[in-house]
């Protein structure tokens, strides 16, 4: 087994993966409403401790078919560092079938379509990219460390590379004052630049409010169950993508949801509506009944 460095994030949809830490912590750690490498310093894990531990789990768990590379943006790597790693890893598992990573967008801008392409041609097929929001204040406000322009261009080179895009976006980011823009400036980046899989969460905070507000400010209201539904129809009334997979059915929201679009669109402005109109909507997660 691996030897994990606590705490360990993945993504939901890598409940079945198996986890290599290729870096610790974030090397940007700085965004308002996240505080999973709070408690790391970031580090690149040095490719003999890696391949130590790909050797061993590699004699475990042979028949692997999915590998997660932890923790906060192992794209960061430059591919002298990261290609050695993928190429290790289908030579021990013959059965591997796709690798994944976080990708911040700074990851994508610092290298080039070429370069990403390598790292597609060696075996990174998926990157989880946290848009979080398209609107250009509120990335300032939540210092997510990105413009708009350059969170769509490292969106733009990924899909180049041929990389598989999935980005997370987060309801209620922008509190009661700036839903409306939040919901529109995201369904209009989304609508242009076409990812494969576009997940929406819902702000929350495990840790309380503090880090997020001390960089938000004064004027962030939390949004209730109805408002944040209404945040959700608004993104998807105005999405406009060619090929996507929907998904809202993470732990933090309110209302499960998963579909594709554009043909399932009209399915998913309905079944939000009819919450809307039931507050007793068993659809809805019984923790939130009270929200409507």
Not at 129 to 158: C, H, Q, W
Not at 265 to 279: E, F, G
Request: hydrophobic share 35%.
């Amino acid at each position: 087994m691996p030897h994990y460095h606590e705490p360990l994030f993945r993504p939901p949809s890598e409940a079945s993966s198996l986890i290599f830490q290729v870096t610790l912590g974030c090397s940007w750690n700085q965004c308002a409403f996240c505080e999973m490498y709070t408690t790391k310093k970031f580090r690149a894990r040095p490719f003999d401790e890696i391949e130590t531990e790909i050797r061993a789990a590699a004699l475990t768990y042979p028949k692997t078919e999915k590998v997660f590379l932890a923790d906060g943006d192992a794209l960061v790597l430059n591919n002298k560092k990261l290609i050695p790693i993928l190429h290790l890893l289908y030579e021990k598992f013959p059965h591997l079938k796709r690798v994944s990573s976080y990708a911040l967008p700074k990851n994508l801008l610092v290298k080039s379509v070429n370069d990403l392409k390598e790292v597609q041609k060696a075996g990174l097929t998926l990157i989880y990219y946290g848009v979080e929001t398209g609107d250009p204040f509120l990335l300032k406000k939540i210092n997510k460390g990105t413009s708009r322009e350059e969170m769509m261009e490292g969106m733009t080179r990924a899909h180049e590379a041929g990389l598989i895009l999935s980005t997370t976006n987060l309801l209620g980011l922008g509190g009661r004052k700036y839903s409306k823009q939040h919901a529109l400036n995201t369904a209009d980046l989304l609508s242009k630049t076409h990812p494969q899989y576009i997940s929406f969460l819902t702000l929350m905070f495990p840790l309380g409010k503090g880090r997020f507000l001390s960089a938000f400010g004064g004027d962030y209201e939390e949004l209730n169950t109805q408002e944040l539904l209404q945040e959700l129809k608004q993104v998807i009334e105005n999405l406009h993508v060619r090929d996507s997979e929907f998904r809202s059915n993470h732990a933090s929201n309110h209302l499960a949801l998963k579909a594709h679009l554009p043909e399932d669109k009209n399915k998913l402005l309905k079944t939000i509506h009819r919450v809307l109109q039931d507050s007793t909507s068993s659809l809805l997660r019984p923790e939130y009944l009270r929200g409507l």
